[in-house]
T-cell receptor
Framework: DGGITQSPKYLFRKEGQNVTLSCEQN?????MYWYRQDPGQGLRLIYY???????QKGDIAEGYSVSREKKESFPLTVTSAQKNPTAFYLC????????????FGDGTRLSIL | KNEVEQSPQNLTAQEGEFITINCSYS?????LHWLQQHPGGGIVSLFM???GKKKHGRLIATINIQEKHSSLHITASHPRDSAVYIC?????????????FGKGTLLTVNP
């Protein structure tokens, strides 16, 4: 079955550490996205990529970095510069077409120790 | 003011009741999505609308482009419908990659 796999489901980080969240898709989608979800707020776009080796900042990119070396993979690194990293992170993918739905992973919950 | 507003924020219903969740938006859009998020966190796309009405099983979604308003209806609600329902709009024009999300409506259906 095609889909999006995020790992791990739960992640703990110590203060000052970088941590990388994995997102893999086998849907052959060109576009991939990272969102952050906080209680009481809508999802907010961190980064997106519409093609391999290219990505753009979303609305809240500060303190995050991404890479897109393969079509299937779009890892997100939460750096120590992100002052409030505790949140639920969702990865999504879609074909590059303005009216196609995005497919979401099951998310990674990141907490600071 | 948020670009996407949902109401109500929380909704509790008895099994079998007809449920309506509303979404209003203030930007130009090319499409509107209704999403379902279960307690584990994963999100499933329910509908994508650019006009009119769509139906899938007990779920019905409508959109009025002129009034910038959409509704999601659930007929004969069931406890397994309990989830967060999220409205998201895809912007028209140059930002058409971007989805703006509402804060979600938490639906609880009691047996």
């Amino acid at each position: 079955d095609g889909g999006i796999t995020q790992s791990p489901k739960y992640l703990f980080r110590k203060e000052g550490q970088n941590v990388t969240l994995s997102c893999e898709q086998n849907l052959n989608h060109d576009a991939m996205y990272w969102y952050r979800q906080d209680p009481g707020q809508g999802l907010r776009l961190i980064y997106y990529s519409q093609i391999v080796n290219d990505f753009q900042k979303g609305d809240i990119a500060e303190g995050y970095s991404v890479s897109r070396e393969k079509k299937e993979s779009f890892p997100l690194t939460v750096t120590s510069a992100q002052k409030n990293p505790t949140a639920f992170y969702l990865c999504a993918s879609s074909i590059v077409d303005s009216n196609q739905p995005q497919h979401f992973g099951d998310g990674t919950r990141l907490s600071i120790l | 003011k948020n670009e996407v507003e949902q109401s109500p924020q929380n909704l509790t219903a008895q099994e079998g009741e007809f449920i309506t969740i509303n979404c209003s938006y203030s930007v130009g859009i090319s499409a509107l999505h209704w999403l379902q998020q279960h307690p584990g966190g994963g999100i499933v796309s329910l509908f994508m609308l650019s006009s009119g009405k769509k139906k899938h099983g007990r779920l019905i979604a409508t959109i009025n482009i002129q009034e910038k308003h959409s509704s999601l209806h659930i007929t004969a609600s069931h406890p397994r419908d309990s989830a967060v329902y999220i409205c998201a709009v895809r912007h028209s024009g140059g930002s058409n990659y971007k989805l703006t999300f509402g804060k979600g409506t938490l639906l609880t259906v009691n047996p």
